[in-house]
Every structure is written in structure tokens, then in C-alpha cells.
């Protein structure tokens, strides 16, 4: 079974095929990227739009080369929401992208549920690229084609995801992805970083790095993200390294060949140690990236099949 949806907006109710195949054609993406080729013949002519209302490094730039690469005129919108109805903002400008015939619209916003609200009111096929804590889908795609590389499947894996799952669209996109694909999950946090419910989405809960990376065989850390706290959460970054930063001590709990991993931004001393950051055995975030790419290709290309006009 293809993926054969229009749009990307979660990985909530995907089918382990979809995911499988979207996993599978990204791997012909990274072999062209390491080959130095590019097929701009299949976009040519198509409009993608990235329109982020939030900040973005990896995510925004990465899509513009998978566009690029496949031959999009690829158009980078971002959008300040600090003095406007966000609402509002967003219907305005779901009008606009209409009228100039956008065929694949990246979206990410601090609203969950902003790019579903945007796949009702635009032509265009929409890409969740994160909304607020909801959802993170490429991320959990291409996090799952760097853990299928490395440890040669998806199924049957330990995954300790760690630290602020509370205020993590990369964690619940995660989550889903490698419970659906037949691996076990834990979520490893304080308990003031873990949503109330998380138990209920198929995962064990620990409060404790020894136990929750016991025989793990991916350690995925997630970024402190204080943008999103009210405040009060966590005590001082020193302490919170002490109980949840990952170190070359609290490594010694996952199996000996477990693999590193974080989505970047890292916050280097606070959630992760640089001696495990950058262990050029074991941590695999360079790899996150490259596999980035890859990914948002095979997304881009899969769902270009929905961009109706001809070109
Ligand atoms: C993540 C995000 O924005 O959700 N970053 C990313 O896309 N690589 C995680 C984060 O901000 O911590």
C-alpha cells in the first residue's frame, strides 16, 4: 500500500506500508543527494511555499533543497504572529496562497492544528512541518529512515524517547511512528515534562534515566523547550542535566551499540553532553539531517502526484 493521501498532516493513522513506502523512496533520495545529482524535472513548474510562523533551521532550509533538488521554484514565507489574531492571519493568508496557485505549501505554526485548518481552505497539497505540540510528521519520518539504516529495522526496537515529551511534537510524532512500525517506546522525563495521558499512546513512562535506557537500543533526546513553559517546570538547567541530561555515565544503561539521537536544536550541557553529541560512532544527529533531505524529497515527491495542474 502506497501513500495516497493528499496531504502530510500527522503520522497518527498511517499504515505501516505508507510508512514503509515513503521510508523506501526516500532511500533512492539518498543515494541521488551522495551520488551529487538532482531530478529537477519532476517539480518543474511547481510552486512550493514554506510558510513558517515560527523559527526554523533545519526544517524550512531542508525543505527548500528537497524542493530545489526536484526542481520547484520554492518561496520562503515567514510570518510574525506577536500582533495579530492568529486565526485571522492564517485564513487571510491561506486566501492569498490561493490566488497565487501554489501547488505543495510547507506549514508550520505554533497553533496545533493550523495546517489541517489550512489543507480545508487551500488547493494546494499541505505539509505539516510542526504545529505547536501536536504533530511533527517528517520529523518522525526521517528520525525512523536514520533508525532502519543504522539498526536495519523498525520493529522490535527498545526507543527511550527522553525529556520534555511534555511540549514535543517530535516525541508524539515518534510515538506513533515506531508503535505502529512494531517497536517498543518509553518516554523518560520528570514528571512535570509528561503529558498527563502519554501512557494512553501505547508507551512505558519513567522518571528515572538508569531504568528508562536500561537494554535501550535508540536514545533520542528532545530539546528543553522553554519557549512553550509557562514557567516553573523545571529547576536550573544544572540540576535538570544532573537528573536528565544525557552523559557517557547514563549511556552506560543502553545497550552498548544504542544510538544517539536528537532533532536539533540541542542545547548542548542542559539535555545532552557534547561528549555524546558528538561521538562519531554512536550519535547519528548528522546523519538526522542528511536523512532530512531525503525525506522531505520522497514527501514532496510522493505528494506532487496531487498538484493538479498541469505543467
Ligand atoms: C523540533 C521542532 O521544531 O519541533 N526541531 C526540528 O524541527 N528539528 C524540535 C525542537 O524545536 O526542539
Known amino acids: 500500500m502506497r ?5 502530510l498532516l500527522a503520522i497518527e493513522g498511517l499504515h505501516p506500508p505508507e510508512i514503509a513506502s515513503l521510508l523506501d523512496l ?18 518543474r513548474g511547481r510552486t512550493l511555499i514554506n510558510l513558517f510562523f ?19 521554484d520554492v518561496i520562503n514565507m515567514s510570518v510574525s504572529t506577536s500582533s495579530v489574531n492568529k486565526g485571522e492571519t492564517l485564513l487571510d493568508t491561506a486566501a492569498t496562497l490561493n490566488a497565487m496557485n501554489c ?16 489543507a480545508q481552505k487551500v488547493e494546494a497539497a499541505v505539509i505539516n512541518a510542526g504545529d505547536g505540540t501536536h504533530e511533527h510528521p517528517t520529523q518522525a519520518l526521517l528520525d525512523a529512515l536514520t533508525i532502519r539504516r543504522r539498526c536495519g529495522r523498525l520493529e522490535s526496537l527498545t ?21 505502529t512500525m512494531g517497536s517498543r517506546v518509553r ?16 508507551v512505558s513512562v519513567f522518571h528515572d534515566m538508569a531504568r528508562g535506557l536500561a537494554g535501550a537500543d535508540v536514545v533520542m533526546m528532545l530539546r528543553l523547550q522553554r519557549e512553550r513553559m509557562a514557567g516553573g517546570l ?32 540541542m542545547n548542548r550541557g542542559v539535555e545532552i553532553d557534547s561528549e555524546v553529541a558528538d561521538d562519531p560512532e554512536r550519535s547519528v544527529i548528522r546523519e538526522q539531517v542528511e536523512m532530512g533531505v531525503a525525506v522531505r524529497m520522497a514527501v514532496l515527491d510522493t505528494l506532487s502526484k496531487w498538484t493538479g495542474r498541469n505543467v
Do not use: W
Request: contains cysteine; charged residues 25%; glycine residues 8%.
Open 3 to 7: 501513500y495516497t493521501q493528499k496531504h
Open 234 to 265: 523545571v529547576p536550573s538547567a544544572r540540576e535538570y542535566f544532573r537528573f536528565f541530561g544525557l552523559d557517557a555515565e547514563k549511556l552506560r544503561h543502553a545497550r552498548p551499540d544504542a544510538i544517539i539521537m536528537h532533532p536539533g536544536p
Open 103 to 118: 501547488d505543495l505549501l510547507v506549514a508550520r505554526h505554533a497553533e496545533s492544528g493550523a495546517p489541517n485548518l489550512l
Open 26 to 43: 526516500a532511500e533512492n533520495y539518498v543515494l541521488l543527494n551522495r551520488s551529487g545529482k538532482t531530478q529537477r524535472d519532476l517539480l
Open 54 to 72: 515560527e523559527d526554523s533551521t533545519r526544517t524550512r532550509t531542508s525543505f527548500e533543497l528537497a524542493g530545489k533538488r526536484l526542481g520547484a
Open 187 to 202: 518516554v523518560v522525563g520528570p514528571p512535570t515534562l509528561m503529558p498527563a495521558e502519554v501512557a494512553d499512546l501505547g
Open 159 to 179: 526507543v527511550a524517547i527522553c525529556g520534555d515529551v511534555l511540549h514535543s511534537r517530535v516525541a508524539r510524532s515518534n510515538i506513533h511512528l515506531l508503535t
